[in-house]
């Protein structure tokens, strides 16, 4: 029996493959992406694994010097705050110490030391290496000729070779600089070629391979360190015995701070060392991936309801033939479970393919990441594989339990009095609730108080609440803006009527777009509200976008000044003369009508009388002495930039201190500068152009101008990076979600392919037909962007909020066009969902679809 | 063969000459009709009669512009419907033809009323509501016309497709097996009813059916063979028409 029923799922796969189609692609680029995000973890692992790792590759133990130990453990001899290098410093007496332990049958020192090599007329920088006594710890592979054996041969890597024209034969001369700052400089002979090095670490300067000899000679006698040493045991020893007796050995030479690790464990260290972040990453991702993988799970559950109430005849007639309720269930979840696997290894294979492409481009494009390789960890495999099918089966679950109810009276009904209409649970409405309230309490106190850990646990709660609560309000929603739109007219109608006919099945296509435009649209909403308040708070830090000194103290000519303003992004320019001494330093004045624009806060612009002060000044006055001698009191207006040249108008430069800008020009002392108010829109290539054209206008060096605009630019541009990263990976669950829109579609017109006939043969032209399937795809999509970014933009305005509490205000700003673009996005998506099977809809004549059955 | 209801030619409704459909190509290529002419009288009830297979069905789609004659070509009310491309045959459909189906004649997700009014909303047009009332009222569908189709026994609903097809005063009424999924007492009252609208009212109705006592309630029985008309009976009843099947072999 278990046998019918594989072969019932199978011949229903191959049947209706073609309904199949989307949920494949949906599972397929859920697993994908989970599939990726683990991939690039190993990847990055494996490539430094590959590179950093080959100089141990071949050891058993690697003993390293630990600084860091030492450092901990500084003691009262260490006057100079460092550790004394005797105790970390591994050398010749270390070396020794090692090859005398027993258990070990070799060791070799790594040279840490660069060297300066002359070639031709040209001098080169260089990593060195040394050839091992034993072979197999000589990290360096020979291409071509032979490694070094004396002190007066040296073997070259091949990139370097090949680039710098160094060939077999060829004399160089090495030079290495020994502590006390005396050269060392040997003349030696290029005997061998060896394969280009992976290191990132070292891969970036040349690498010679020298003899232990030279290695001597050039460090000066007694002076060798090594940055390692890599040793080969006998074998038939324990290797954590013999850790312990090297450290041991080791110590009682007196270097007490040293590791002691296989090369396994060594790479694991380097790599954690080198990589840092990775798996921040990868959390970071698979986050992203588990939201593409619910919507997965809600497209999957979808396409599964649909499929059973298309098969309800069906399953009835079986149930009639006499067909278990249990072996209904169990075909469905075959079919499930078969779709999940294909699926999932197919979108395991994409991401394969996928990672494998974007490796090889990096590697090609990127000099440095020439080392990168594609890593495909088991995991990476297995866990998407499992998370891929297990979703669909979890999501075909409830489906199949539909499925299993089907009575055998039903096979005998025809197939439209199966009554429609879909009632929320009592308890997921209750849990929506109280998840809703829960969430949205905290939600609420967190943007109060300022603490971003309670409100994103405030919206972690209320998001899935509103999920649960979507049956409540998104079929009536739909309905009511179908009403509002449908203008009257017949297909307008009906297509609203169509779209909350099955308000189950309306709810969960509608909230897997919600998910992603909501997610989406927040972060839109929440990275310009950060932008634009610390737009603000930077504005007052910032007063001036850019300001130009004279540091030669010729002063700005009048036509250098006038070309400045000409430059395209310049908005505003005044020049700031000197006027004299106060407590705050040198004071300034300039025109008051150019100052109030040039200044990027409305609300600190010295008045008349009125002196701007950086933050720093306390009092409310200000005592200034001018250059003439005169001496005055003025208000001061203090602002909130810390590093600020005081400035005031120069009527209150000319009414305090009696100085107008003829007199400041007189004055020996009198030096200038230049403030200018640049386009906000500016970019930062914009601005680099501008500050060239500047220096050039103006004729200074570009280090003379400064000011707040790159500072801030940095902020804007790294908060866009984020955000395009971010939505970059919303996308793909925003992808899925259309995927299901367009499936939901498919589905229905299929089902209802009788009635598409009959309204055809009541006089629905072809072009209202179409016109109804694209409304009724319209409305299921726009309404759940709608409702997404509403959702969207309040969970933006609440975390910013709650982010930004720390700060200070918070201006509120809303990204208008970014959010109009997507729900653009999400309407043309879904009208282009709807093209496929309108088509196929309305290809079909009347009679074609009424003998359907 | 031809064959022409007796009437004048001023007084034909729906007329087809030479008209051939052909299935398929090849080893599967079947000719439904073959050559068939036929003429349908104004205000009169014809019924098609004929074994299963003979081309009943394809007739009346190809008549009612459901479906693409292969050749000859279909006047109905004089507008040859054969030229026509399909939104154009659409709006012919909704304004001069009217439908009864065997079953799913309704659309699910509209009231009984909104189905009525159907065609007449997609053609953008308001409705006669004195000559609504007088449907509704004699189809004894006053009660009714909130509830939606599965609401609705399958009498009812067969009845509720006579008001919309009847609504238009369209030139010419199709049905296909309109009785064919309701009991004997339900299908005679559907019948009377389609019977009493050619008498009260003049409509023009073509019925396809396979039993003798549905045709018995036609004013003409037409016989159909093989995707031809091979025989008519004028004010048939039911020995007539079953007698008349036999001879086809039936
Ligand atoms: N869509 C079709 N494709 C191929 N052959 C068809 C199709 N529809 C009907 N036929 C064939 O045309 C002939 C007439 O069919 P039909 O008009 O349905 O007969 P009736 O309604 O009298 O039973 C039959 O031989 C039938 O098999
Ligand atoms: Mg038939």
């Known amino acids: ?248 050995a080791l110590a009682s030479e007196g270097i007490e701070y040293t590791t002691v690790l296989t090369p396994d464990e060594q790479i694991v260290k380097d790599v954690a060392n080198f990589s840092g972040g990775n798996d921040q990453l990868t959390i970071v991702l698979l986050v992203f991936a588990l939201i593409a ?59 394969t393919g996928i990672m494998a492409g974007l490796i090889a481009i990096l590697g090609a494009t990127v000099p440095s990441m020439s080392f990168a390789i594609l890593a495909v960890p088991v995991q990476a495999i297995v866990v998407p594989i499992l998370a891929g099918t297990l979703i669909t089966l979890v999501a075909a679950w409830v489906p199949a339990g539909k499925a299993m109810s089907v009575s055998p009276l039903a096979a005998l009904r025809p197939a439209d009095d199966v009554a429609m209409g879909n009632k929320a649970g009592k308890v997921r409405i209750v849990c929506g609730l109280l998840l809703l309230f829960a969430g949205a309490a905290a939600l609420a106190y967190g943007a109060i108080e300022g603490d971003i850990l309670i409100a994103f ?34 297909p307008g109608k009906l297509a609203s009527l169509n779209a909350v006919r099955n308000p189950g099945r309306t709810t969960a296509t509608a909230t897997a777009l919600l998910i992603g435009v909501t997610l989406v649209s927040m972060m839109m909403v929440g990275a310009q509200t950060a932008k634009s308040s610390l737009g603000d708070a930077l504005g007052s830090e910032y007063l001036v976008d850019i300001q130009i000194l004279d540091y030669d103290q010729k002063g700005f000519s009048t036509d250098a000044i006038a070309k400045a303003a000409t430059l395209d992004g310049v908005e ?102 230049l403030w200018l108010k640049a386009d906000d829109n500016l970019d930062a290539a914009a601005l680099r152009t501008l500050q060239t054209d500047l220096a050039v206008a103006l004729g200074v060096e570009e280090f003379a101008i400064g000011g707040g605009m790159k500072e801030m630019q940095m902020f804007n541009t790294v908060i866009d990076m984020l955000l395009m990263i971010v939505s970059g990976l919303l996308a793909v669950a925003v992808l899925i979600a259309l995927i299901g829109v367009a499936n939901t579609l498919s589905l229905s017109v299929l089902e209802r392919t009788r009635e598409n006939s009959l309204l055809r043969a009541l006089g629905l032209t072809r072009g209202q037909l179409k016109k109804m399937l694209a409304t009724e795809a319209v409305l299921i999509g726009g309404v759940a962007a709608l409702l997404g970014v509403l959702l969207g933009s309040a969970y933006g305005l609440l975390g910013a909020q709650s982010v930004m509490g720390a700060f200070g205000a918070m201006s509120v700003s809303i990204p208008w066009l970014q959010l109009a673009g997507v729900i653009a996005v999400s309407v043309v998506a879904a009208l282009a969902a709807s093209i496929v099977p309108a088509r196929r809809a309305a290809k079909l004549a009347p009679v074609q679809g009424l003998a359907s059955d | 063969m031809t064959i022409t209801a007796p009437h004048t030619s001023t007084d034909i409704a729906v007329h ?35 074994p299963s297979g003979s081309g009943k069905s394809t007739l009346m789609h190809c008549l009612a512009g459901l479906d693409d004659a292969s050749g000859g070509s279909i006047y109905i009310g004089g507008t040859d419907i054969s030229k026509l491309n399909d939104d154009a045959l659409t709006k012919m459909r909704r304004e001069k033809v009217g439908f009864v189906f065997q079953s799913f004649n ?145």
Not at chain 1, 313 to 342: D, H, N, P
Not at chain 1, 474 to 484: D, H, M, R
């Open chain 2, 16 to 50: 087809a000459t030479n008209l051939s459909k052909i299935y398929g190509a090849g080893t599967t290529r079947v000719e439904a009709l073959r050559g068939v002419e036929v003429s349908f009288a104004r205000g009169k009830f014809t019924a098609i009669m004929g």
């Open chain 1, 293 to 351: 993988l619910v919507v997965t799970g809600l497209v999957v559950m979808n396409t599964f309801a649909v499929l059973i109430a298309q098969r309800t005849r069906e399953l009835a007639l079986m149930r009639t033939l006499g067909a278990l309720r249990s072996q209904i269930r169990s075909s469905v979840l075959i079919e499930a479970l078969l779709v999940g696997l294909l699926a999932s290894a197919a979108g395991v294979l994409l991401a």
């Open chain 1, 572 to 673: 505003v320019i005044t020049e700031l003369g000197s006027v004299g001494t106060s407590a705050e330093g040198e004071l300034y004045a300039t025109d008051p009508a150019l100052l109030a624009r040039v200044l990027n806060s409305d609300k600190q612009v010295p008045g008349s009388g009125e002196i701007l002060t950086g933050s720093t000044h306390e009092a409310s006055t200000l005592a200034a002495t001018s250059y003439t001698g005169a001496s005055g009191e003025l208000k001061a207006l203090v602002s909130d930039s810390n590093s600020f040249r005081p400035v005031m108008g120069w009527d209150t430069a000319e009414r305090v201190l009696g100085i107008t800008p003829a007199v400041a020009a007189e004055a020996t002392q009198h030096e200038s500068l």
């Open chain 1, 1 to 248: 029996m278990y046998n019918s029923v594989l072969q019932l799922a199978l011949a229903n796969l191959k049947t209706y493959s073609r309904r199949f189609i989307a949920v494949t692609l949906a599972v397929m680029i859920g697993t994908a992406f989970l599939g990726a995000t683990l991939m690039v973890n190993a990847s990055a692992t494996e490539s430094l694994k590959n590179s950093i790792g080959s100089s141990y590759a071949n050891s058993d133990l690697v003993i390293h010097g630990d600084y860091s130990a030492a450092y901990d453990n500084l003691d009262a001899a260490d006057t100079d705050g460092e550790p004394d290098p005797v105790g970390y410093q591994l050398g010749a007496k270390a070396l020794k110490a090692v090859e005398g332990t027993a258990g070990v049958s070799a060791a070799h020192g790594a040279a840490g030391t660069s060297v300066s090599v002359h070639a031709g007329s040209k001098d080169y920088f260089a990593s060195v290496s040394t050839v091992a006594k034993d072979p197999r710890l000589t990290s360096t592979v020979l291409e071509s000729g032979a490694l070094p054996s004396s002190s007066d041969q040296v073997a070259v890597d091949a990139t370097y070779a090949g680039e710098y024209n160094i060939s077999r034969g060829d004399v160089l001369d090495v030079a290495s600089a020994t502590e006390d700052g005396k050269e060392i400089s040997k003349q030696v002979k290029v005997t061998g070629i060896t394969e280009a090095s992976n290191d990132p670490l070292t891969g970036a300067n040349m690498s010679l391979t020298v003899s232990q000899s030279l290695l001597e000679a050039l460090s000066g006698p007694g002076e060798t360190t090594y940055q390692s040493i890599a040793l080969l045991s006998v074998g038939s020893v324990d290797l954590d015995t013999l850790k312990t007796s090297i450290t041991s």
């Open chain 2, 106 to 250: 309704l659309v699910p997700t509209l009231t009984a009323e909104a189905n009525i009014l159907l065609p007449l909303a997609l053609a953008g047009k308001k409705h006669d509501a004195a000559w609504l009332e007088t449907i509704v009222a004699t189809l004894g569908l006053k009660d009714r016309l909130t509830h939606k189709p599965h609401e609705l026994s399958g009498g009812q609903q067969q009845r509720v497709a006579v008001a919309r097809a009847l609504l238009t005063r369209p030139e010419v009424v199709f049905g296909d097996e309109p009785t064919g999924n309701l009991d004997s007492r339900t299908g005679a009252e559907v019948l009377s009813l389609l019977r009493s609208s050619t008498r009260e009212m003049g409509q023009t109705i073509i019925m396809v059916t396979h039993d003798a006592i549905a045709a018995s309630y036609a004013d003409t029985v037409l016989l159909m063979k093989d995707g031809e008309l091979v025989g008519q009976l004028e004010d048939p009843t039911v020995e007539s028409v079953t007698q008349a099947l036999s001879g086809l072999g039936v």
């Open chain 1, 457 to 490: 646990g405030g919206g972690m709660l209320s998001f899935p609440g509103i999920l649960m609560l979507g049956s409540l309000f998104l079929p009536k929603t739909v309905s009511a803006i179908g009403n509002l739109t449908s203008g009257g007219t017949v």
